[in-house]
């Protein structure tokens, strides 16, 4: 069946340092979405991809969208305290009974030491 | 408007203790879903919903039942509570057709214990 896989599990860095999660796909996606869920919270929608190739910014937030729409990247560029929390990708295909669905990754939990 | 509630927030039960997890939406969404949260697994979908009226099955739906009351309304009950159903519960709802471009709209969680 349809998996998400997101790697890795934890990161560490130091305030300043950049941060790369990454996401793939058994199979082809139609988009991908990206939550962010601080600590205690709930998941928080952050953007969707849907081309091919796709890539969005958002401030210091850069996604990306493999060629074969298998893939995905969120890359955080000089990070803060801010930015402390749990990033989940999640993959939809709309077709017949997934329809509706998207697939979770297990997240990747981000800490920041200041 | 509120968006997602869900009520409780947290919650202790005994095995074999019956409950219903009660969420609700104010965004007129058409569809809503059920997950549960363990560390390191991500968030996993146990049922939802089209549309009221109607329900479906998502990866994990065993030990649990669901019932779309209406628009607004989707909740999830536990017959016969297990220790493995010890999680966070977050409903979502998205619309305003079914279709995975929607983004997800999450409730604060709710943070069940089952001893």
């Known amino acids: 069946g349809q998996q998400v896989m997101q790697i890795p599990q934890y990161q560490h860095v130091q305030e300043g340092e950049d941060f790369t999660t990454y996401c793939n796909s058994s199979t082809t996606l139609s988009n991908i979405q990206w939550y962010k869920q601080r600590p205690g919270g709930h998941p928080v929608f952050l953007i969707q991809l849907v081309k091919s190739g796709e890539v969005k910014k958002q401030k210091r937030l850069t996604f990306q969208f493999g060629e074969a729409k298998k893939n995905s990247s969120l890359h955080i560029t000089a990070t803060q305290t801010t930015d402390v929390g749990t990033y989940f990708c999640?993959?939809?295909?709309?077709?017949?009974?997934?329809?509706?669905?998207?697939?979770f990754g297990r997240g990747t939990q981000l800490t920041v030491w200041p | 408007n509120a968006g997602v509630t869900q009520t409780p927030k947290f919650q202790v039960l005994k095995t074999g203790q019956s409950m219903t997890l009660q969420c609700a939406q104010d965004m007129n969404h058409n569809s809503m879903y059920w997950y549960r949260q363990d560390p390191g697994m991500g968030l996993r979908l146990i049922y939802y919903s089209a549309s009221e009226g109607t329900t479906d099955k998502g990866e994990v739906p065993n030990g649990y039942n669901v019932s779309r009351l209406n628009k607004r309304e989707f909740s999830l009950r536990l017959e016969s509570a297990a220790p493995s159903q010890t999680s966070v519960y977050f409903c979502?709802?998205?619309?305003?057709?079914?279709?995975?471009?929607?983004?997800?709209?999450f409730g604060p969680g709710t943070r069940l214990t089952v001893l």
């Open positions: 979502a709802s998205s619309g305003p057709q079914l279709n995975s471009y929607n983004e997800q709209f």
């Open positions: 999640a993959g939809g295909n709309d077709r017949g009974s997934t329809l509706g669905r998207l697939y």
